[in-house]
Nanobody
Framework: QVPLVASGGGWVLAGGSLRLTCVAS????????MAWFRQGAGNEREFVSTINRVGDVTYYGASVKGRFTISRDNEKNTVYLQMNALRLEDTSVYYCAARQSAIVTITPEMYPHWGQGTQVTVSS
Protein backbone atom coordinates (compact mmCIF):
# COMPACT_ATOMS: atom_id res chain seq x y z
CA GLN A 1 0.00 0.00 0.00
CA VAL A 2 1.24 3.48 -0.90
CA PRO A 3 0.02 6.13 1.52
CA LEU A 4 -1.40 9.14 -0.30
CA VAL A 5 -2.31 12.38 1.46
CA ALA A 6 -4.46 14.87 -0.41
CA SER A 7 -4.93 18.48 0.62
CA GLY A 8 -5.90 21.85 -0.74
CA GLY A 9 -9.66 21.54 -0.85
CA GLY A 10 -11.93 24.18 0.51
CA TRP A 11 -14.70 26.61 -0.26
CA VAL A 12 -14.53 28.89 -3.27
CA LEU A 13 -16.86 31.10 -5.26
CA ALA A 14 -17.84 30.05 -8.75
CA GLY A 15 -15.19 31.21 -11.19
CA GLY A 16 -12.46 30.92 -8.61
CA SER A 17 -9.45 28.62 -8.38
CA LEU A 18 -8.01 26.02 -6.07
CA ARG A 19 -4.93 23.84 -6.23
CA LEU A 20 -5.05 20.33 -4.85
CA THR A 21 -1.92 18.54 -3.72
CA CYS A 22 -1.30 14.86 -3.18
CA VAL A 23 1.87 13.58 -1.54
CA ALA A 24 2.87 9.94 -1.83
CA SER A 25 4.97 8.14 0.76
CA UNK A 26 7.11 5.98 -1.47
CA UNK A 27 10.70 5.95 -2.71
CA UNK A 28 9.56 4.89 -6.15
CA UNK A 29 7.05 7.64 -6.94
CA UNK A 30 8.34 7.90 -10.49
CA UNK A 31 7.06 4.39 -11.18
CA UNK A 32 3.46 5.37 -10.46
CA UNK A 33 0.78 6.60 -12.77
CA MET A 34 -1.15 9.24 -10.80
CA ALA A 35 -4.73 10.36 -11.14
CA TRP A 36 -7.48 12.47 -9.64
CA PHE A 37 -11.06 11.32 -9.32
CA ARG A 38 -14.05 12.93 -7.68
CA GLN A 39 -17.23 11.71 -6.11
CA GLY A 40 -20.23 13.82 -5.26
CA ALA A 41 -23.02 12.83 -2.93
CA GLY A 42 -24.98 9.97 -4.43
CA ASN A 43 -22.77 9.82 -7.50
CA GLU A 44 -20.30 7.32 -8.83
CA ARG A 45 -16.60 8.07 -8.74
CA GLU A 46 -15.78 10.21 -11.77
CA PHE A 47 -12.47 10.43 -13.60
CA VAL A 48 -10.94 13.92 -13.49
CA SER A 49 -7.38 13.62 -14.75
CA THR A 50 -4.35 11.39 -14.99
CA ILE A 51 -0.66 11.90 -15.63
CA ASN A 52 1.96 9.41 -16.68
CA ARG A 53 5.10 8.58 -14.75
CA VAL A 54 7.36 11.21 -16.29
CA GLY A 55 4.67 13.86 -16.50
CA ASP A 56 4.55 14.38 -20.25
CA VAL A 57 1.24 12.67 -20.98
CA THR A 58 -2.01 13.84 -19.42
CA TYR A 59 -5.69 13.11 -19.88
CA TYR A 60 -8.76 14.96 -18.64
CA GLY A 61 -12.39 14.24 -18.19
CA ALA A 62 -14.63 16.10 -20.61
CA SER A 63 -16.21 18.22 -17.90
CA VAL A 64 -12.89 19.64 -16.69
CA LYS A 65 -10.82 19.80 -19.87
CA GLY A 66 -9.50 23.29 -20.47
CA ARG A 67 -10.09 24.36 -16.87
CA PHE A 68 -8.04 21.90 -14.82
CA THR A 69 -4.34 21.10 -15.13
CA ILE A 70 -2.57 18.12 -13.64
CA SER A 71 1.16 18.12 -12.98
CA ARG A 72 3.68 16.26 -10.89
CA ASP A 73 7.02 16.78 -9.22
CA ASN A 74 8.81 13.46 -8.87
CA GLU A 75 11.48 15.01 -6.67
CA LYS A 76 8.79 15.91 -4.14
CA ASN A 77 6.64 12.78 -4.59
CA THR A 78 3.75 15.12 -5.34
CA VAL A 79 0.98 15.44 -7.88
CA TYR A 80 -1.04 18.63 -8.27
CA LEU A 81 -4.41 19.54 -9.69
CA GLN A 82 -4.81 23.20 -10.58
CA MET A 83 -8.52 23.95 -10.87
CA ASN A 84 -9.57 27.18 -12.55
CA ALA A 85 -12.95 28.61 -13.54
CA LEU A 86 -14.64 26.44 -10.96
CA ARG A 87 -18.32 25.72 -11.37
CA LEU A 88 -21.03 24.71 -8.95
CA GLU A 89 -21.00 21.22 -10.44
CA ASP A 90 -17.33 20.80 -9.51
CA THR A 91 -18.41 20.51 -5.89
CA SER A 92 -17.25 17.07 -4.79
CA VAL A 93 -14.77 15.09 -2.75
CA TYR A 94 -11.56 14.80 -4.76
CA TYR A 95 -9.35 11.75 -4.44
CA CYS A 96 -5.86 11.12 -5.68
CA ALA A 97 -4.97 7.62 -6.79
CA ALA A 98 -1.86 5.74 -7.81
CA ARG A 99 -1.12 2.75 -9.99
CA GLN A 100 2.32 1.24 -10.51
CA SER A 101 2.17 1.10 -14.26
CA ALA A 102 3.30 2.80 -17.44
CA ILE A 103 -0.11 2.25 -19.01
CA VAL A 104 -2.48 5.18 -18.64
CA THR A 105 -5.99 4.31 -17.53
CA ILE A 106 -9.02 6.32 -16.47
CA THR A 107 -10.81 3.42 -14.80
CA PRO A 108 -10.90 3.84 -11.02
CA GLU A 109 -10.94 0.08 -10.41
CA MET A 110 -7.47 -0.12 -11.96
CA TYR A 111 -5.96 2.05 -9.21
CA PRO A 112 -5.11 0.10 -6.04
CA HIS A 113 -3.90 3.06 -3.97
CA TRP A 114 -6.14 5.91 -2.84
CA GLY A 115 -5.84 8.99 -0.70
CA GLN A 116 -8.40 10.04 1.87
CA GLY A 117 -10.13 12.68 -0.25
CA THR A 118 -10.39 16.42 0.07
CA GLN A 119 -13.66 18.34 -0.13
CA VAL A 120 -14.11 21.05 -2.73
CA THR A 121 -17.19 23.23 -2.42
CA VAL A 122 -18.06 25.78 -5.08
CA SER A 123 -20.82 28.24 -4.33
CA SER A 124 -22.49 31.11 -6.13
Amino acid sequence: QVPLVASGGGWVLAGGSLRLTCVASTRTFDKYLMAWFRQGAGNEREFVSTINRVGDVTYYGASVKGRFTISRDNEKNTVYLQMNALRLEDTSVYYCAARQSAIVTITPEMYPHWGQGTQVTVSS
